[in-house]
């Protein structure tokens, strides 16, 4: 498979009061066409800035980060976002917030309601198109955030813990969705959490960032097979990958913890 995401040496830097603080450093990564990567790391490492860096929201300081368009990119958008906040707009319905993107992209009214409502049958919010934002829960919201970035059909999807605000059942819940949708077109995901469990249980590969500067530590290939299913999680082998992975992890929260004292 070929590179979709690619960084080299990547630094990103920030002044605080006049000091300098390191974010990441020298940071490597490649995310293959195609790839569910997740990244995790202890807090404060630099995951979520990085996944902004891909974005174009936040510029790095130094080194290459990019995404490799696609050899028929037809006018799709590079990346499409989704972050832990419910980012869409309160005076839009939920068909407008899903199919925003397409009309900032010129699509027509009429296709772009077809594209929303198609995407809203897949998350199981059809009956909800003309609702507002503050009609629904958060994890509605959330799924509204999910189906407007897939509804874009961008190259690569950034989700930055989508579902890290959400209660334990939902969250459980939009984990089978994103399994689900994932499957449809299996599009470049790139995915930051601070779930083991969801990143063995999501991932093609789970990355490791080192405690701040973050950088990168090390790198697991998850082999079950897909389609994944919850039940995953209650093998005895998704227990050695996770704990195996948490060996390496704990180090690094240590060494934050020890940071931040």
């Not at 990441?24 to 995951?47: H, N, T, Y």
């Not at 980060?65 to 590079?78: D, Q």
């Amino acid at each position: 498979m070929a590179a979709k995401i690619l960084a080299r040496d990547l630094n990103k830097a920030y002044s605080t009061r006049g000091a300098p603080i390191q974010a990441i450093r020298d940071f490597d990564l490649e995310v293959q066409e195609g790839e569910f990567l997740c990244l995790v790391g202890p807090s404060g490492c630099g995951k979520s800035t990085f996944l902004r860096i891909v974005a174009g929201l936040v510029p790095s300081s130094s080194g290459e980060v990019r995404i490799v368009p696609g050899p028929s990119n037809g006018g799709k958008p590079l990346n499409s976002i989704v972050f832990q906040e419910y980012a869409i707009f309160p005076w839009k319905t939920v068909r407008q917030n899903v199919a925003f993107g397409l009309e900032m992209r010129g699509v027509p009214k009429r296709e772009r309601d077809e594209v929303a409502d198609r995407w809203l049958v897949k998350v199981g919010l059809r009956k909800f198109a003309d609702a507002f934002p503050r009609q629904l829960s958060g994890g509605m919201k959330q799924r509204v955030s999910i189906a407007r970035a897939f509804a874009n059909d961008p190259e690569v999807l950034l989700m930055d813990e989508p579902l890290g605000a959400l209660d334990a059942q939902t969250r459980v819940v939009l984990q089978q969705e994103l399994l689900r949708l994932w499957e449809e077109d299996k599009k470049t995901v790139l995915y930051v959490t601070h779930s083991l469990d969801e990143a063995v249980l999501l991932g093609d590969r789970v990355v490791l960032m080192t405690a701040h500067p973050g950088t990168h530590k090390a790198s697991y290939r998850i082999d079950f097979p897909r389609p994944r299913a919850l039940e995953l999680t209650a093998t005895p082998e998704f227990a050695r990958t996770t704990f195996t992975i948490w060996n390496s992890l704990q180090e690094e929260v240590a060494r934050a913890m020890e940071m931040q004292a």
